[in-house]
Protein backbone atom coordinates (compact mmCIF):
# COMPACT_ATOMS: atom_id res chain seq x y z
CA UNK A 1 0.00 0.00 0.00
CA UNK A 2 0.94 3.39 -1.13
CA UNK A 3 0.55 6.63 1.07
CA UNK A 4 1.62 9.79 -0.82
CA UNK A 5 2.24 12.72 1.85
CA UNK A 6 2.18 16.44 -0.52
CA UNK A 7 2.96 20.01 0.91
CA UNK A 8 5.38 22.31 2.47
CA UNK A 9 8.05 22.22 5.36
CA UNK A 10 5.23 20.60 7.81
CA UNK A 11 5.07 17.81 5.71
CA UNK A 12 8.86 17.76 5.12
CA UNK A 13 9.54 17.19 9.01
CA UNK A 14 10.49 20.92 9.86
CA UNK A 15 10.93 21.20 13.65
CA UNK A 16 9.93 17.61 14.71
CA UNK A 17 13.32 16.47 17.02
CA UNK A 18 13.53 13.40 15.02
CA UNK A 19 12.48 11.22 11.64
CA UNK A 20 10.48 9.30 13.87
CA UNK A 21 8.63 12.05 15.27
CA UNK A 22 7.04 13.61 12.15
CA UNK A 23 3.39 13.35 11.28
CA UNK A 24 4.14 11.41 7.83
CA UNK A 25 6.17 9.13 10.15
CA UNK A 26 3.26 8.72 12.84
CA UNK A 27 0.83 7.82 9.95
CA UNK A 28 2.95 5.23 8.27
CA UNK A 29 3.47 3.29 12.06
CA UNK A 30 -0.23 3.23 12.38
CA UNK A 31 -0.99 1.87 9.50
CA UNK A 32 1.49 -0.36 9.11
CA UNK A 33 -0.13 -3.31 11.73
CA UNK A 34 -0.98 -5.80 10.04
CA UNK A 35 -0.20 -4.85 6.17
CA UNK A 36 2.82 -2.88 4.66
CA UNK A 37 2.79 0.82 3.79
CA UNK A 38 5.14 2.81 2.19
CA UNK A 39 5.28 6.55 1.93
CA UNK A 40 6.10 8.64 -0.67
CA UNK A 41 6.53 12.19 0.80
CA UNK A 42 6.54 15.22 -1.73
CA UNK A 43 7.09 17.81 -0.20
CA UNK A 44 9.88 21.00 0.32
CA UNK A 45 10.42 23.52 3.11
CA UNK A 46 9.05 26.63 1.42
CA UNK A 47 6.86 25.85 -1.19
CA UNK A 48 3.84 27.52 -2.33
CA UNK A 49 1.07 26.01 -3.91
CA UNK A 50 2.13 27.38 -7.06
CA UNK A 51 5.23 25.93 -6.57
CA UNK A 52 3.92 22.42 -5.04
CA UNK A 53 1.64 22.70 -8.25
CA UNK A 54 4.69 23.22 -10.30
CA UNK A 55 6.67 20.44 -9.23
CA UNK A 56 4.00 17.47 -9.33
CA UNK A 57 3.90 18.27 -13.15
CA UNK A 58 7.35 15.66 -12.78
CA UNK A 59 5.77 12.94 -11.43
CA UNK A 60 4.57 10.37 -12.59
CA UNK A 61 0.85 9.68 -13.02
CA UNK A 62 1.64 5.91 -12.24
CA UNK A 63 2.43 7.11 -8.79
CA UNK A 64 -0.76 8.30 -8.49
CA UNK A 65 -2.61 5.73 -9.65
CA UNK A 66 -1.11 3.17 -7.16
CA UNK A 67 -1.58 5.76 -3.64
CA UNK A 68 -4.02 4.40 -1.40
CA UNK A 69 -3.94 7.33 0.90
CA UNK A 70 -3.00 10.50 0.28
CA UNK A 71 -2.78 13.53 2.60
CA UNK A 72 -2.45 17.33 1.38
CA UNK A 73 -0.98 20.21 3.51
CA UNK A 74 -0.04 23.23 1.74
CA UNK A 75 -0.95 27.22 2.01
CA UNK A 76 1.01 28.51 5.01
CA UNK A 77 3.65 30.15 2.80
CA UNK A 78 1.14 31.81 0.35
CA UNK A 79 -0.10 33.58 3.65
CA UNK A 80 3.79 34.25 4.68
CA UNK A 81 4.52 35.81 1.89
CA UNK A 82 1.98 37.96 2.08
CA UNK A 83 2.65 38.90 5.53
CA UNK A 84 4.08 42.56 4.89
CA UNK A 85 0.63 43.40 3.19
CA UNK A 86 -1.17 41.89 6.24
CA UNK A 87 0.95 43.71 9.24
CA UNK A 88 0.03 47.31 7.16
CA UNK A 89 -4.29 45.54 7.29
CA UNK A 90 -4.56 44.76 3.69
CA UNK A 91 -7.29 42.28 3.41
CA UNK A 92 -7.52 43.06 -0.05
CA UNK A 93 -4.24 41.06 -0.66
CA UNK A 94 -5.20 38.03 0.94
CA UNK A 95 -8.47 38.11 -1.26
CA UNK A 96 -6.37 38.31 -3.91
CA UNK A 97 -4.17 35.60 -2.77
CA UNK A 98 -6.87 32.96 -1.82
CA UNK A 99 -8.11 33.08 -5.35
CA UNK A 100 -4.06 32.26 -6.90
CA UNK A 101 -4.56 29.30 -4.05
CA UNK A 102 -8.10 27.95 -5.10
CA UNK A 103 -6.66 27.75 -8.60
CA UNK A 104 -3.19 26.36 -7.70
CA UNK A 105 -5.08 23.92 -5.51
CA UNK A 106 -7.57 23.02 -7.74
CA UNK A 107 -4.33 21.68 -10.36
CA UNK A 108 -2.82 19.87 -7.64
CA UNK A 109 -6.00 17.62 -6.77
CA UNK A 110 -6.94 17.50 -10.22
CA UNK A 111 -3.21 15.84 -11.22
CA UNK A 112 -3.21 13.60 -8.55
CA UNK A 113 -6.90 12.57 -7.46
CA UNK A 114 -7.93 9.19 -8.34
CA UNK A 115 -11.41 6.60 -7.82
CA UNK A 116 -11.16 4.50 -4.88
CA UNK A 117 -8.65 7.04 -3.32
CA UNK A 118 -8.86 8.08 0.32
CA UNK A 119 -7.33 12.12 -0.07
CA UNK A 120 -7.18 13.81 3.25
CA UNK A 121 -6.77 17.27 2.83
CA UNK A 122 -6.13 19.83 5.81
CA UNK A 123 -6.97 23.43 6.31
CA UNK A 124 -4.74 25.68 8.10
CA UNK A 125 -3.90 26.12 11.79
CA UNK A 126 -3.15 30.22 12.84
CA UNK A 127 0.56 30.43 14.57
CA UNK A 128 -0.67 33.87 15.25
CA UNK A 129 -3.95 33.36 16.95
CA UNK A 130 -3.85 37.10 18.68
CA UNK A 131 -4.05 38.40 15.51
CA UNK A 132 -7.33 39.67 13.76
CA UNK A 133 -5.84 40.14 10.54
CA UNK A 134 -4.06 36.78 9.97
CA UNK A 135 -7.26 34.90 11.39
CA UNK A 136 -9.24 36.22 9.12
CA UNK A 137 -6.53 35.54 6.01
CA UNK A 138 -6.83 32.28 7.31
CA UNK A 139 -10.61 31.84 7.50
CA UNK A 140 -10.48 32.81 3.85
CA UNK A 141 -7.92 30.60 2.71
CA UNK A 142 -9.60 27.76 4.54
CA UNK A 143 -12.99 28.79 2.80
CA UNK A 144 -11.13 27.89 -0.43
CA UNK A 145 -10.01 24.40 1.18
CA UNK A 146 -13.24 23.40 2.48
CA UNK A 147 -15.17 24.42 -1.16
CA UNK A 148 -12.21 22.32 -2.75
CA UNK A 149 -12.67 19.37 -0.48
CA UNK A 150 -16.54 19.82 -1.92
CA UNK A 151 -16.09 20.12 -5.54
CA UNK A 152 -13.48 17.49 -5.61
CA UNK A 153 -15.57 15.02 -2.97
CA UNK A 154 -12.13 14.84 -0.64
CA UNK A 155 -12.11 14.50 2.83
CA UNK A 156 -12.01 17.72 4.72
CA UNK A 157 -9.47 17.38 7.96
CA UNK A 158 -9.73 20.68 10.74
CA UNK A 159 -6.46 20.89 11.82
CA UNK A 160 -7.12 24.57 12.55
CA UNK A 161 -9.69 22.81 15.24
CA UNK A 162 -7.09 20.90 16.35
CA UNK A 163 -4.40 23.55 17.39
CA UNK A 164 -6.62 26.06 18.85
CA UNK A 165 -6.32 26.72 22.16
CA UNK A 166 -3.05 24.94 22.37
CA UNK A 167 -0.72 26.74 20.48
CA UNK A 168 1.88 27.26 22.68
CA UNK A 169 2.21 23.13 23.51
CA UNK A 170 1.86 22.74 19.44
CA UNK A 171 4.13 25.50 17.46
CA UNK A 172 7.83 25.25 18.07
CA UNK A 173 8.75 28.73 19.65
CA UNK A 174 5.57 30.12 20.07
CA UNK A 175 5.62 33.72 21.93
CA UNK A 176 2.74 36.03 21.97
CA UNK A 177 0.66 34.60 19.06
CA UNK A 178 0.85 38.08 17.50
CA UNK A 179 1.99 38.94 13.98
CA UNK A 180 4.95 41.07 14.85
CA UNK A 181 6.33 37.80 16.08
CA UNK A 182 7.41 37.17 12.40
CA UNK A 183 10.63 36.47 11.06
CA UNK A 184 12.64 36.33 8.22
CA UNK A 185 14.11 33.22 9.85
CA UNK A 186 13.08 31.16 12.63
CA UNK A 187 8.99 31.95 12.47
CA UNK A 188 7.33 30.50 15.60
CA UNK A 189 4.78 28.65 12.85
CA UNK A 190 6.00 24.76 12.76
CA UNK A 191 4.88 22.01 14.86
CA UNK A 192 6.31 20.11 17.72
CA UNK A 193 6.92 16.97 18.31
CA UNK A 194 3.45 17.36 20.21
CA UNK A 195 2.39 19.28 17.31
CA UNK A 196 3.10 15.88 14.56
CA UNK A 197 1.72 13.78 16.69
CA UNK A 198 -1.50 15.96 16.77
CA UNK A 199 -1.81 16.18 13.52
CA UNK A 200 -0.61 12.60 12.64
CA UNK A 201 -3.85 11.36 14.91
CA UNK A 202 -6.14 13.93 13.38
CA UNK A 203 -5.38 12.77 10.52
CA UNK A 204 -5.68 8.76 10.93
CA UNK A 205 -9.15 9.78 13.01
CA UNK A 206 -10.54 11.10 9.78
CA UNK A 207 -8.93 8.62 7.05
CA UNK A 208 -10.67 5.95 9.60
CA UNK A 209 -13.66 7.05 9.75
CA UNK A 210 -14.20 7.78 6.06
CA UNK A 211 -13.02 4.01 5.63
CA UNK A 212 -15.37 2.81 7.55
CA UNK A 213 -17.88 4.80 6.08
CA UNK A 214 -17.26 3.41 2.83
CA UNK A 215 -17.30 -0.52 3.99
CA UNK A 216 -20.77 0.36 5.37
CA UNK A 217 -21.74 1.95 2.21
CA UNK A 218 -20.71 -0.84 -0.22
CA UNK A 219 -22.35 -3.30 2.17
CA UNK A 220 -25.48 -1.74 2.13
CA UNK A 221 -25.26 -1.50 -1.96
CA UNK A 222 -24.05 -5.39 -2.20
CA UNK A 223 -27.31 -6.41 0.33
CA UNK A 224 -29.58 -4.30 -2.09
CA UNK A 225 -28.23 -5.68 -5.12
CA UNK A 226 -29.73 -9.19 -3.41
CA UNK A 227 -32.76 -7.79 -2.97
Not at 33 to 41: A, E, I, K, L
Not at 47 to 73: F, G, H, I
Not at 125 to 148: H, K, L, Q, T, W
Not at 177 to 193: C, K, S, V
Request: glycine residues 8%; charged residues 25%; contains cysteine.
Amino acid sequence: MLYAALGDSITYGYSATEERHTFVSCIQRALSHGQRWNVYRHAKPGWTSKQLMKSLRRVPDCLWDEARLVTLLIGGNDLLRAAPWLIDGNLSYALKLAERYRVHLDEIIERVHRPGQTFLIANLYNPFPESAIVGESIRVMNDVIERAARRHDLVLVDLSATFRGREPQYIEGFRRGQLRDFRLFGNPIHPTDAGHAAIAETLLRAYRRHVARSRVSKQKARLGGVR
